[in-house]
């Protein structure tokens, strides 16, 4: 741990970047391997959300079985020693990958939420918000016979889930004017809004380097700031057990477990101040 906190030392304001590794702790699976391939099927394409009744069903009957992992996990170590080192004014921005909500739960503020939340879900036609625990109670009156089944957890309150019966699934409706309900997050296809990336940038800006923890950065909306870290002369750490699609770029890197990792750094900072 020594490296990383010597990395923090000569670069006391961090843009901290992280993804789902940071949140399996807490029961939420992350979406690849330590090599970075797919741990399982790829998640609903935003064109198929949008353009397939079935495709909806599909969606939110694996979400009705895997919300209530996500909505239940708390916050772990990595979390919360996070949250501590942006108490110290050591983290200049926190970006996540993530929609779990778990950061703020730990106590961490400002923080970008790259790809929304799973907290709820926005009508296509109103504009409506909906509480996604609401929505929850929906999908459970109204489909009875999806109660109590059992299926593993995937990333971000999905489930591994296939069934023949998908075509019978009553998916939500907006109560207001019966309009179709998407969750806010950023769905694969999908582009990251403008003013989030803008908020994430600045932040970067007034950073002296990026920390990434829990990514393999395969997804460009995560990379990119890694790539203009480097273009501005920034150096970039990982905390990261795999390899990530930054790892010719990185000035450190640090495979071990998120948790610990932190929990040591933060104990390791302390002992210098």
Request: aromatic content about 6%; hydrophobic content about 45%; overall charge neutral.
């Amino acid at each position: 741990m020594t490296a990383l906190r010597d990395f923090l030392l000569r670069h006391p304001r961090l843009f901290v970047l992280t993804g789902a590794g940071i949140s399996t702790d807490s029961g939420i699976p992350g979406y690849r391997d330590e090599q970075g391939a797919w741990q399982r099927t790829p998640p609903v394409l935003l064109q198929d959300f949008l353009g397939s009744h079935a495709a909806r069903q599909r969606y939110w009957a694996r979400s009705m079985v895997g919300w209530p992992i996500a909505a239940g996990a708390q916050p772990n170590a990595a979390h919360h020693a996070l949250a501590t080192l942006q108490a110290q004014g050591r983290v200049a921005g926190l970006v996540t990958q993530n929609v779990d909500g778990l950061h703020q739960r730990a106590g961490s503020a400002g923080v970008i939420e790259l790809h929304g939340t799973i907290a709820s879900a926005s009508c296509l036609a109103c504009g409506e918000r909906h509480e996604r625990a609401g929505i929850q109670r929906e999908l459970e009156t109204h489909n009875p016979d999806w109660l109590g089944l059992q299926a593993e957890a995937a990333a971000d309150g999905d489930a591994h889930l296939e069934s023949e019966h998908f075509g019978r699934f009553r998916v939500p409706a907006c109560r207001r004017c019966a309009g179709v309900l998407k969750p806010d997050v950023v769905f694969f296809g999908d582009s990251v809004p403008r003013e989030r990336v803008q908020a994430a940038t600045q932040a970067l800006e007034a950073a002296d380097a990026v920390l990434v923890v829990g990514s393999s950065l395969m997804v460009y909306s995560g990379y990119r700031f890694c790539v203009w870290a480097e273009r501005m002369g920034k150096p970039v750490a990982a905390l990261n057990l795999g390899r990530t699609r930054a790892d010719a770029m990185l000035s450190l890197k640090v495979a071990e477990p998120c948790g610990p990792a932190l929990t040591a750094l933060v104990a390791a900072l302390a002992a210098t101040a």
